[in-house]
């Protein structure tokens, strides 16, 4: 289906634009702007030029903070992405169960994420919480206050407790528009499970799994309000992650290095997704972000 | 959508349901159990009291929410804002989405990458500006500004879906409408809407989604006022922190989600299943 070449549908996209233009793009001009700053009261600002950035990267404490950071998201989009995949897969295509395993799956998703800690706490309780019991009764001293593996397993757990639903639903939709004759058609010519996986349900799945990559990169490699409320950092700066650093500085009123720290995570982010983009983009052929 | 399902559930590949069946029970009960322990101790009196004694089955934690106008006015505040955003988001993206689907324009292509660019601009970099240009504008401590400061990425994602939905009506269809005389405004009006109403809802529940769990921009942008139920819920832990209370809201917090989840289902399914057609 061609497009009609017309510059008046700049009218249409118009109000959009706007919006995002004052919530978006004036914000984070600001932000650019005051990184070069020492900044003290609206009224007395001192030009520092690049300093806070060279401060910041020099840091080998932007270092740990990025690889930690770099670590978790992996290991978080190593985990949900499959997982999601699979759940995606096995949920029930017919009956009474679909309304009710779709409504449980999209439960953990509308939980505020500052209380998603408060229930893993309890949850994780040794003497009052369901799986603190399950894991005392077995023998595992689970101590996420002070052991580092066990705060991030805890982590881990929570956040593919938290997020793993939304690439489930993402996928789940997506499936159910494969119609029967491509199954018959496989089943024909003798596919196996594997082979109907790979060329059938994987590319009908692309743009769906670009979407599901976009947001979990971007809410794991900054996540905040989960890692800080959970165990402020530590034991030992452990979890300390790039958003809690960020967080510190803006508690402080450190004007300047919170807006110099937020351009680098910014350009980080659109680095790794312009990258990813790109080889999705080259391996397929497929996605386009306009489609036509 | 149910035609579908009946052909795809005939495949020899959808038979194995029990096998399903075993993978995907456990998948359930691990994200529905923390959510038992919530529910089980929103029924229970957690601080001592003079009539019940604690860890007794009780009311009384729901009832001390409704009684305090502080967290009855967080619940409102919230879904005011979620409301607000809703109202705001959707008019904006809707003729924006029909924009991107139809018609080729100078910069369309770094446009959307650029909306797309906002949608994973983490809030956490652009809070503090946000705030001063809300403050300027006097909007500090309001519902509203909470609900323009989530069209950040509720605008992005609601263009992506309905963008998608809009490409799988047929263009046949608005050239008709127009050679019959229908204004722009009319024919989305009258036609488009009623055809992309499964995008409209899942869109809606995207944009409730994002912003009824989204908590840098919420607490911010309330200092002492309109506070939504996740900052009332952190205010709730002091000197002695009631338990039973905190997970009673907690409870409350999950049942606008719920309902929306229910009225939608047969669209999510459907809705976001368009979004996938179409994009090959």
Known sequence: MGKVADNKAWFLVLPAVLMLT????????????SSFFDIFTEQSRFWVGTEWYIEILRSSRFAASFGRSLLFSAIIL??????GI???????????AVPISLVVVS???????????????????TESGFLGQFLAGLGVDFNWKFNPVHTWSALILMDVWHWTSLVVLLCYSSLTTITGPYYQAAAIDGA?????????????????LMMAFLLRFMDSF???TEAFRFNAGGPHNATMFLAVDLGEDIAAFNYGPAAARSVIYFVLILTVTWAFNTALTQKSQKFTPVSG | MSNDMQTNSGSPYFKKSHLKGLLIAPYLVFLILPLVQVIYLSFQSTLPRETIAAGDFTWINYLNIFESPTLTSAILNSMTYVGLNIVITLPLALPAAYAFSRFSFTGDKHLFLSFIACLITPPVVLVLPVFQLFASFDLINTTLSIALAHCLFN????IWVLESFISAVPRELDETAFIDGYSL???????LIPMITPGLAVAAFFCFMFSWIEVVFARILTVTNGKPISMAIYSLFGFRTDFGLIMAMTVLSLIPGLLLIYFVRNHIAKGVSVAARSSK
């Open chain 1, 222 to 224: 900054m996540i905040y």
């Open chain 1, 192 to 208: 196996s499970r594997w082979q109907v996986f790979r060329y059938i349900e994987l590319p009908k799945l692309n743009r769906v």
């Open chain 1, 22 to 33: 004052i919530v978006g793009v004036i914000p984070l001009i600001t932000v650019f702007n």
């Open chain 1, 78 to 83: 190593m985990i949900e992405i499959p997982l």
């Open chain 1, 86 to 96: 699979a759940i995606a897969l096995a949920l029930p295509k017919k009956g009474i």
């Open chain 2, 185 to 191: 405004p009319r024919f989305f009006i009258q036609i």
């Open chain 1, 107 to 125: 439960l953990p998703l509308l939980v505020p994420w500052n209380i998603i800690p408060i229930i893993w706490t309890g949850f994780l309780h």
């Open chain 2, 155 to 158: 605008l992005p994602i609601s």
